[in-house]
């Protein structure tokens, strides 16, 4: 429990904000990260901070691609807030078949299509290049990553 007056690192006020929608196409990938990028760009964060955001929308938008859509697909949602003091929030969802156990999910190495060669470190990559990442998932009810980056900018 926070104490009372306490404010949350991750919690600040919005000032622009971004919505995107595109169907689990692996060809959108690109276009997700680019767009993000762009979008970020106006806060002025350095080549590294971009290249950060970059690659982690990658990993979150491939896993919705290959894992929440496996043989369908499906529209995966992006929302990008740019808030006070340089923390952009990126939320990646889909309303795929969900991660049946996130925590195991998170574990460096761990897969469920392994037999693709999947290497089983999207998560990883995401927590390297990131402040924070937040996982909400149910069976057959999809899944959000939220992805929470500071940029301290040039």
């Not at 000032?15 to 929608?21: A, D, F, I, P, T």
């Not at 990938?29 to 762009?38: I, K, T």
């Amino acid at each position: 429990m926070k104490a009372k007056g306490t404010k949350n690192k991750f919690t600040a006020e919005v000032k622009n904000e971004m919505k995107l929608r595109l169907p689990s196409l692996s060809v959108n990938e690109g276009m997700a990260r680019a767009a993000v990028a762009a979008f970020c760009s106006q806060l002025d964060p350095t080549p590294s901070e971009l290249a950060d955001i970059k690659c982690a929308v990658s990993e979150a938008v491939t896993n919705c691609i290959v894992h929440a859509y496996k043989d369908s697909i499906g529209i995966i949602y992006i929302t990008v807030r740019l808030c006070e003091g340089g923390l952009v929030r990126i939320e990646i969802k889909d309303n795929g078949c969900g991660i049946e156990d996130v925590e195991l999910a998170r574990k460096p190495l761990f897969t469920t299509d392994a037999e693709n060669e999947r290497s089983g470190m999207g998560f990883t990559v995401m927590e390297s290049f990131c402040d924070k990442v937040r996982v909400f998932s149910g069976c057959k009810k999809g899944t959000t990553v939220t992805l929470f980056k500071y940029l301290r900018g040039r």
